[in-house]
């Protein structure tokens, strides 16, 4: 009783204390709070060995991701995204496009393992969406902690690589490739993300309605084919979490992000309780080759079809960092582009990728 009773209390109480003080954390050891999860639990896994309850981290790696997706989805206004941004839509639908067509090519002519091939899957999420999805389609596909874990090492390489390269290559060269005027007036700011005073029940609420998503879910999977099927599970989770979003009561609910990213934090701590580090490098080749080919002809792919589409390069580049860095790094972009109508559409963006990138992510797979 002992290990299943600490090992609830180190998942709840080590991720807290790491994301409570994440900017702490980012400012002063350059750190971000994901890596400082996953290290902290591998490095409790190497000093305290086999202490902790194996069964009670399953539950919380196999539940901790359901529950943050929708969280993450509720905050995307889609059909203000869609009205008042289309060259942005276009965009996405672009850099979907690429990601999806050169996955789906490195996995069917140089990938020839299925480990490899389920790793395509995994990283089209994570370069369309962001962590959740690559740890969603993981699951999903019944993929180890192993794989999972290095996969998300492999990532952090290469979109520090891409973060680089946009940050101090891509402006100078890409604004002479796509050297189109930027259309100001046809992004405008949502009333809908105004700031307010939220009540306790609000702040409740965008957990209850994802505790409800997630049972719902899972029933339905029970329900039909009689058995809990994790690929399905995670289909009706993004679409409730779509359909979610289109209510503004729901979109505008502050806490859904914070709740979301907390469930990330407590997946990755739990994730480094059971890795053993001696395995973890198996498929690294594999990984490298993947995530460095997929991020960067993708990218070169959609900057040839942005210059046939004749789409602005801030906005291209604004969308290629939302999808493959997360709506977080929108707002340091949009400084750095210094332009602020950038903001809105490049964060809807960034939301829309965690909805699509399991979908797209698992189809590509079911493709090989």
Do not use: W
């Given at each position: 009783m002992l290990p299943e009773i600490t090992t609830i209390?180190?998942?709840?109480?080590?991720?807290?204390?790491?994301?409570?003080?994440?900017?702490?954390?980012?400012?002063?050891?350059k750190i971000d709070n994901i890596l400082l999860a996953y290290g902290t639990g591998m490095l409790l896994k190497l000093?305290?060995?086999?202490?902790?309850?194996?069964?009670?981290?399953?539950?919380?790696?196999?539940?901790s991701i359901p529950l943050a997706m929708p969280l993450l989805i509720f905050q995307a206004d889609f059909f203000s995204w869609l009205k008042n941004?289309?060259?942005?839509?276009?965009?996405?639908?672009?850099?979907?496009?690429?990601?999806g067509l050169i996955g789906f090519l490195l996995g069917k002519y140089f990938i020839q393992d299925e480990i490899g091939k389920k790793i395509i899957g995994m990283l089209i999420g994570v370069f369309i969406g962001g962590t959740?999805?690559?740890?969603?389609?993981?699951?999903?596909?019944?993929?180890?902690?192993?794989?999972?874990?290095?996969?998300?090492?492999?990532?952090?390489?290469?979109?520090?690589?891409?973060?680089l390269?946009?940050?101090?290559?891509?402006?100078?060269?890409?604004s002479k490739i796509l050297p189109y005027p930027f259309p100001y007036n046809i992004i405008h700011k949502n009333q809908s993300f105004q700031d307010y005073q939220e009540k306790f029940y609000q702040k409740i609420l965008p957990l209850i309605i994802s505790i409800l998503i997630l049972g719902l879910s899972a029933g339905l999977s029970f329900l039909i084919f009689n058995d809990l099927k994790i690929p399905f599970v995670m289909l009706v989770i993004t679409l409730l979490g779509v359909l979610g979003s289109f209510n503004p009561k729901i979109?505008?609910?502050k806490m859904s992000e914070i709740y979301g990213n907390f469930f990330i934090t407590i997946f990755c701590f739990s994730m480094g309780l059971v890795l053993d580090v001696r395995q973890i490098f198996q498929h690294f080749d594999t990984l490298f080759f993947a995530s460095f080919g997929l991020i960067f002809i993708s990218l070169g792919l959609q900057v040839i079809l942005s210059r046939i589409f004749k789409i602005n390069?801030?906005?291209?580049?604004?969308?290629?960092?939302?999808?493959?860095?997360?709506?977080?790094?929108?707002?340091?972009?949009?400084?750095?582009?210094?332009?602020?109508?950038?903001?809105?559409?490049?964060l809807t963006t960034g939301l829309a990728g965690f909805a699509v990138g399991n979908l797209l992510g698992l189809g590509i797979y079911a493709l090989l």
């Open positions: 209390f180190f998942c709840l109480v080590f991720p807290f204390i790491i994301y409570f003080f994440r900017e702490t954390l980012q400012t002063y050891l000093v305290i060995q086999d202490f902790f309850s194996q069964n009670i981290l399953q539950g919380f790696i196999y539940v941004a289309p060259l942005t839509v276009k965009s996405f639908i672009i850099a979907c496009f690429s990601t959740p999805n690559l740890n969603a389609i993981g699951l999903s596909l019944n993929v180890s902690f192993e794989v999972i874990a290095i996969a998300n090492t492999v990532d952090l390489m290469a979109s520090s690589i891409f973060l390269f946009m940050l101090f290559l891509a402006k100078p060269l890409l979109r505008n609910l390069s801030e906005i291209m580049m604004i969308c290629a960092v939302a999808c493959v860095m997360s709506p977080a790094f929108v707002p340091m972009f949009v400084k750095h582009f210094q332009n602020d109508e950038l903001l809105l559409p490049g």
